[in-house]
C-alpha cells in the first residue's frame, strides 16, 4: 500500500489558480494510476482527473476539462494537479488516490482506487 499525502490548497477568489500535489512514499509509485477526486459538504465523492502509471495517458471530467491539468513525476512519486480559472463551484475536499490493479487504465469510479490520502480544502470566493 503506497502512502499519499495532498497539499497545496487554500482559498482563492473566483477565476484564480492553485496547484495541487499528491506526494507517495516509496520507489513503486510508478506502479500505480493515480486520480484526483474531490467532494463538497452534502455531495457525492466525483471524479476529477486521472493518470496512467507512465503518465502518458490522461482523462478528465467534462466539467473540469481545459481548467485542470493533472501530471505526475515518478522521479520525486509525485502527482500534480493544476487548476485555473477556479470557480465557486470547485469548492470541495479534494483527494488523490491510488490504483494498483490495474495501473495502465484510468478509472472513475472511487471503489476501483487502493488507498487515499486525507485531502485537502480548496475554497474558491465569488
Known amino acids: 500500500q503506497v502512502q499519499l499525502v495532498e497539499s497545496g490548497g487554500g482559498l482563492v477568489q473566483a477565476g484564480g489558480s492553485l496547484r495541487l500535489s499528491c506526494a507517495a512514499s516509496g520507489h513503486t509509485f510508478s506502479s500505480y494510476a493515480v486520480g484526483w477526486f474531490r467532494q463538497a459538504p452534502g455531495k457525492e465523492r466525483e471524479f476529477v482527473a486521472g493518470?496512467?502509471?507512465?503518465?502518458?495517458?490522461?482523462y478528465y471530467a467534462d466539467s473540469m476539462e481545459g481548467r485542470f491539468t493533472i501530471s505526475r513525476d515518478n522521479a520525486k512519486n509525485t502527482v500534480y494537479l493544476q487548476m485555473i480559472s477556479l470557480k465557486p463551484e470547485d469548492t470541495a475536499v479534494y483527494y488523490c488516490a491510488a490504483n494498483y490493479r490495474t495501473p495502465r487504465n484510468i478509472l472513475i469510479r472511487p471503489s476501483s482506487y487502493d488507498s487515499w490520502g486525507q485531502g485537502t480544502q480548496v475554497t474558491v470566493s465569488s
Open positions: 493518470i496512467n502509471w507512465s503518465g502518458g495517458s490522461t
